[in-house]
């Protein structure tokens, strides 16, 4: 009897590591994909790539975004719509990511940071924007995919400041 209660306890324990172990190497490859989809969605905004930066997002009604200069677009349809006006009206441009996190909840990835954008007119200074964002990616269509996303830039001190 004793051997056997053995037995299970290390069956258990042996199963509990296995699946924390596995959970974490689920995790790091959630990461990686991750950093990889802004990556992905960085180099294409700053080559003004509309379908490279329309892959990184869910094609789906569903989908959101909270853009810094629109209330909110809902749908793939909608964001291709406002990035492919916004590119053509634009300026030269850089984007950087300043700071990043992604952290895995569930079977989402949360992610967010700070990024800095420069953009060049033909006449006169660059102008230079800083801001935030939050993101959701999930796994659709057997990738992962942006299915919400939200960049703003916070508003200056008050004068005086």
């Not at 069956?11 to 959970?23: D, P, T």
């Not at 569930?106 to 006449?123: D, N, Q, Y």
Request: proline residues 8%; hydrophobic residues 45%; charged residues 20%.
């Amino acid at each position: 009897m004793k051997q056997l209660l053995t037995f299970c306890l290390t069956g258990i324990v042996a199963l509990f590591l296995f699946f924390g172990i596995a959970a974490n190497q689920s995790e790091k490859e959630l990461i990686a994909a991750a950093d990889a989809l802004d990556k992905q969605f960085f180099d294409a905004y700053n080559n003004k790539d509309v379908d490279a930066l329309m892959a990184t997002y869910w094609n789906s009604p569903e989908m959101v975004s909270y853009p810094p200069d629109a209330m909110v677009v809902k749908g793939w349809a909608a964001n291709k719509e406002a990035m492919t006006q916004g590119f053509a009206a634009m300026p030269p441009l850089k984007l950087e990511l300043l700071e990043s996190t992604n952290r895995v909840e569930g079977s989402v990835v949360i992610g967010h940071g700070k990024w800095r954008m420069t953009v060049t007119p033909p006449e006169g200074e660059p102008a230079v924007m800083e801001g935030r964002y939050t993101d959701i990616k999930a796994n659709r269509d057997g990738k992962l995919l942006y299915i919400l996303d939200h960049a703003s830039v916070p508003l200056p001190p008050p004068p005086g400041e």
